[in-house]
């Protein structure tokens, strides 16, 4: 038998017994791990060396694979410990890419982080686990839906308040991830899936994501991109008992932040100008598209408040919002251990966790210059007024 072989042969091992898969993902020294993959596929009749397994692991080093047309491997839900990380072109249909996560929690700010970690485990060097995207469209655990999502202007402390919950033991929080985006985008990039599949594949990602890999899980909530207000009737449709918060801030320190490190949906691109009905973008002073683009996620969120199920809170009012507000209203009662971790968790940055909290509001304010604040007053100022009444009304 060729190392081919039987590499084909654990790898079709490990698909199939999703305990092995498990203990293996355990062992993060890739040496370590070539000799307990090695002795595991030995034991089931399997001849192969620690040196091949070695081999394998190192043939796409940086995941270049992820960006061609991947294969289908397998078409039932992979186990547990797997999550979903992308979208992906398989032959005749769309798939999804799954990684093993180990037996780490979410605990980085954004998905994606927690994705880079899990991509350097050895299992995941080893092991492709791609499944056909419809298999979300199919029967649901009743635990699906999420208890909270969290909607927001950008730069506005969605992320402290992504946090916070997060670190509360039994938290599974989900922070814009790559692959939710994908789904809710399905609309622009392939009109021919239906309003109705895209809301089932929908659900089927937010279950996919939130699994209970420890067997502790006992909240549930997703963050999601800025842009996805435009999307908030796909997502009532969704989950239409899920509450949902807007957070949203003084726009002056919102430009600010933009105008210094510009987030992918504020740099002017036709994809995104065509979405946010922006028709010259390259012809607009940078203000001005920056300032159009956060009106017009936040327009969103206050047109669609009539959808029911929300609050709007004031970036003002963190962090004792989370305590005071969004946990009722995601109807979250954690015991005192619990909230003790969540405030534990605002003292730092909550995007480098590393680095103790400072405000930056008044530096933003300062440092604001002519241009922002006219862009500012234009399109934003009447605006915020709005979501200040709204954040008050419904307090």
Known sequence: MTDTDALSRLRSLLLADDGLADRL??????????????????????????????????????????????????????????????????????????LHFGDASLEEPFYEMSVQRARRLPINSLLRVCTPLSLLAGPLPDDAAPDGLIFHMSRCGSTLVSQMLAAMPGSVVVSEAAALDSVVQLAHSHPEVSLQEQVALLRGMAAALGRDRSGGRCRYVIKTDSWHTLALPLFRAAFPDTPWIFQFRNPVEVMVSQMREPGSQTVPDARWAQLYGIDDPLSLPRETYVARVLHRVARAAVDNADLGGEIFVDYAELPRAVEKRILPHFGIAPPPEAVQAMHGAAQWNAKAPIFAFESDVEEKRRSAGESVLNATAAHLDPLHRELTALARRIA
């Not at 355990?26 to 620690?50: M, N």
């Not at 796409?60 to 992906?88: H, N, Q």
């Open 25 to 98: 993902a355990l062992v993060t020294d890739h040496d370590r791990f070539a000799v307990a993959a090695a002795e595991a596929a030995r034991s089931a009749g399997i001849e192969v060396s620690p040196d091949a397994i070695r081999g394998a692991g190192r043939r796409d080093p940086l995941d270049i694979a992820r960006f061609s047309e991947m294969p289908v491997t397998m078409t039932r839900w992979p186990g547990s410990a797997w999550l979903p990380t992308a979208v992906v072109q398989s032959p005749g249909e769309l798939g999804l890419d799954w």
